[in-house]
């Protein structure tokens, strides 16, 4: 099993900075994909970043060059750098992950961790 623990979420103010993080741990056998999703109230779950094994990064077009994403490898970590932040921007933040186990090292499962929430406001 793999587990993930996000962080960094808060209330913010417009225009604000805000960094999540997300450690994966458990039984990794590797980590392929990892990627940030955003849910507001009465609103879909939806992609908004990703970045692969190799550090190809995409990002939703609403959050282009204000978000970046990244990775750090050795830490089984995946990052978000918000800044400009909207109040649009307010939602809950779900990490994602793709990866093996060392039980099951063939097969790619998704994970996700339980969220942070993202508060833009004056």
């Known amino acids: 099993q793999v587990q993930l623990v996000e962080s960094g979420g808060g209330l913010v103010q417009p225009g604000g900075s805000l960094r999540l993080s997300c450690a994966a741990s458990?039984?990794?056998?590797?980590?392929?994909?990892m990627a940030w999703y955003r849910q507001a109230v009465g609103k879909p779950r939806v992609l908004v970043a990703s970045?692969?094994?190799?550090?190809?990064?995409d990002y939703a077009e609403p959050v282009k060059g204000r978000f970046t994403i990244s990775r750090d490898n050795a830490k089984n970590t995946v990052y978000l750098q918000m800044n400009d932040l909207k109040p649009e921007d307010t939602a809950v933040y779900y990490c994602?992950?793709?990866?093996?186990?060392?039980?099951?090292?063939?097969?790619?499962?998704?994970?996700w961790g339980k969220g942070t929430l993202v508060t833009v406001s004056s």
């Open positions: 994602n992950v793709e990866a093996q186990t060392t039980m099951f090292p063939d097969y790619d499962m998704d994970y």
């Open positions: 970045i692969s094994s190799g550090g190809n990064t």
């Open positions: 458990g039984s990794i056998f590797s980590i392929n994909g």
